[in-house]
Nanobody, 123 residues
């Protein structure tokens, strides 16, 4: 069964850090790009970051560049999103999703989605 499971969300103060994990099961990351998306109440789902299947290509939304870092542990079949210098506007439910090989900005092109993990940035 193909599955993505996110973890690592929580409540953090502005300026703090969190690391989100996206563990894949039933398929290998070697042939799949993994994207991180987020959705705040009343807003559309937006792309945050993506890592290609080769691991050599990464994308970041302008709003998170320099603060977020995406990485992968092949042995654990897990992709991480390290989030530093968090801001209240980063508050959202974060999802990871998979598609074949290359990253894309087209959200419907991602075939598999996790259940989401809540990130709340507040003092």
């Amino acid at each position: 069964q193909l599955q993505l499971v996110e973890s690592g969300g929580g409540l953090v103060q502005p300026g703090g850090s969190l690391r989100l994990s996206c563990e894949a099961s039933g398929f290998t990351l070697d042939y799949n790009a993994i994207g991180w998306f987020r959705q705040a109440p009343g807003k559309e789902r937006e792309g945050v970051s993506c890592l290609s299947s080769s691991g050599r290509s990464t994308n970041y939304a302008d709003s998170v560049k320099g603060r977020f870092t995406i990485s992968r542990d092949n042995a654990k079949n897990t992709v991480y999103l390290q989030m530093n210098s968090l801001k209240p506007e980063d508050t959202a439910t974060y999802y990871c999703a998979a598609r074949r090989v290359y990253c894309s900005d087209y959200v419907p092109s991602y075939n598999y989605w996790g259940q989401g993990t809540q990130v709340t940035v507040s003092s």
